[in-house]
């Protein structure tokens, strides 16, 4: 097994930890084997149950315990919804999911030290599990993150770098630092969509080793795209699967570049207008993985769409109303399943997953003054 140059197909041995080609492009991983259910480490509740199925050694596993979020069942609109639960994780987003596989390899490799750009979960998981790690980390965030995400990440003894202007403009300054540091971004550096993937595996295994007909995701870089891309893949191989579930991707029309390059019908990105977003999370004007999500969400006959601030801002209210506290990037994919449910795109009896990736606790002030709430005086 060997990294793969997106770019030029060249190949690179995985015992020298790499973030990029020679030629500065993204790198991928060959095709990984899977796993049968008979394979599934049972006596493991975290994503290391699908040992079998990744390119680290469980033995070195660097865990907090992530993975095998709750998948509830809940309603948006009147219409039945299964809710994957991944704010749940040991640092309140998705994040942790790719974070335990990334830092373990990283960490079997000899890296002591590593540097991240974050809008702010992707920072704090890399923070929580470089600490586990024994890591030094150093993650730039913009200046606009969220305090809460600052304070997670500055807890646990990591060096938070504020950086004026957009997320673009951190993910720029990241490079200038990745001469000093072992780059472990989770956008370039494969082994964290190594890890997304078992998002796959774990719905396929909670829903009674099946699939559902749709997944809904909110789509900024696309690592959960790519994810479920490559462990859906992989379970078909090993003769697990007959289909795949559609994949459908919401970004904020404020920040759309996927969007527009699906509408477009090319695999590259196009001029968009980006402007400032709630769904902070997504805000990624120029996503790294741009061919690979555009084929996964086409391929598995999925969609990219885009929702407004106003929509976002309703679903989140819609979904705090029955007890899911998410902060707005996960409830701008609720608003793009309204949207699809409306269209027709996804029907009522249709089996769908709404992912819901991050905890509102992140951002209770923003969610305070977006859903204009107040306690009652006595």
């Known amino acids: 097994m060997n990294y793969i140059d997106s770019a030029t197909g060249a190949t690179y041995p995985l015992d020298r930890p790499r973030w990029c080609a020679d030629g500065g492009g993204y790198l991928n991983l060959g095709a990984a084997p899977g796993l049968t259910r008979d394979e599934i480490d049972t006596s493991k509740r975290s994503v290391w149950r699908y040992a079998k199925a990744l390119l680290v050694d ?26 994957k639960l991944e ?8 994040k942790d999911r790719g974070m335990t596989v990334m830092i373990s390899y990283l960490k079997r490799c000899g890296i002591a030290h590593v540097l991240e750009d974050s809008s702010g979960n992707a920072g704090a998981s890399l923070a929580a599990y470089g600490a586990a790690a024994g890591m030094r980390c150093r993650i730039l965030v913009p200046a606009t993150a969220s305090y809460p995400k600052i304070a997670q990440m500055a807890a646990t003894g990591a060096d938070v770098v504020t950086i ?21 971004s989770h956008n370039w550096q494969p082994f964290f969509i190594e890890g997304t993937k078992t998002l ?11 699939v559902p007909d749709n997944i809904v995701i909110p789509l900024g870089y696309g690592s959960n795209v790519c994810g479920c891309e490559r462990g859906f893949a992989e379970l078909m191989r090993r003769g697990e699967i007959t289909t795949r579930p559609r994949l459908f991707g919401v970004q904020a029309a404020n920040c759309a570049p996927l969007y527009a390059a699906f509408k477009a019908g090319v695999e590259q990105l196009v001029p968009t207008e980006i402007t400032a977003t709630v769904a902070e999370g997504i805000a990624s004007s ?54 699809l449910l409306k269209s027709g795109a996804i029907t009522p009896q249709q089996t769908t997953v709404l992912i819901l990736t991050g905890s509102g606790l992140k951002a209770s002030e923003k969610i305070g003054q977006l859903l204009n709430l107040s306690a009652r005086n006595e």
């Open 58 to 83: 469980a033995g070195d596993a660097v865990t907090l315990g992530e993975g095998w979020t709750p998948l509830v069942c809940g309603t948006l609109d009147g219409v039945p919804v299964i809710m």
């Open 164 to 184: 004026k202007g957009s997320r673009q403009d951190v993910a720029n300054a990241a490079l200038r630092y990745a001469n000093e540091i072992f780059y472990a």
């Open 87 to 94: 704010f749940m994780m040991p640092t309140g987003s998705f």
């Open 286 to 339: 120029k996503p790294t993985r741009v061919r690979e999500v555009l084929r996964g969400v086409k391929n598995s006959g999925g969609s990219i769409i885009a929702v407004g601030e106003d929509e976002i801002v309703s679903a989140l209210g819609a979904l705090a109303r029955q007890g899911l506290y998410v902060e707005p990037t996960s409830a701008a994919a609720a608003a793009g399943l309204r949207q």
């Open 200 to 210: 796959a595996y774990e719905l396929w295994e909670q829903l009674g080793f099946k």
